[in-house]
């Protein structure tokens, strides 16, 4: 019988050391995730392992050698844009879960062979939009689904924050 994973004993890899994966490593600490790996340039990777206390480093971008680590159940993948598709694709193949930035491809054909590989995979893979659990979200989406608002034909929305004040 398969162990059954919570937050608590997930086991998470980053790829990529730049602006956005320390955002990652640090919601993922304060949700309970252990953040086991981080993969990226040698050198950012080694500072970025010694700032978080992350025990595992693949240093050159080696992600295939972070995928086959027994330590790792999910992928964030926070590294440049390009190659997100051929990142992702590899994790659903080694069998990990995947947490991918956007945009997921280049353009619609990258995008949809990864969709299609996402779909076929009995692996989670979820696009990180920050703001998809935030309270106002999940009551637009409830009214929405119920119909309370009737038939949808147009949405423009504005994104504040109040912490910029």
Known sequence: MATVKTLSNLRAGIIGTGFIGPIHIEALKRLGVQVTAICGSTKNAKATAEKWGIPEVYGDYDYNAMYRSPNVD????????????EQS???????????????????TKETA??????????????????CRFFPGVLQMRELVHSGALGKIIHVQGHFFQDWLL
Do not use: Q
Not at 91 to 104: I, Q
Not at 113 to 130: G, I
């Open 74 to 85: 999910v992928v964030h993948i926070t590294s440049p844009n390009k190659v997100h598709v």
């Open 89 to 107: 694709l590899a994790a659903l193949k080694a069998g990990k879960h995947v947490v991918c930035e956007k945009p997921l491809g280049m353009d």
């Open 113 to 130: 062979r990864l969709v299609r590989a996402a779909t076929k995979s009995d692996r989670v893979f979820a696009v990180n939009y920050m």
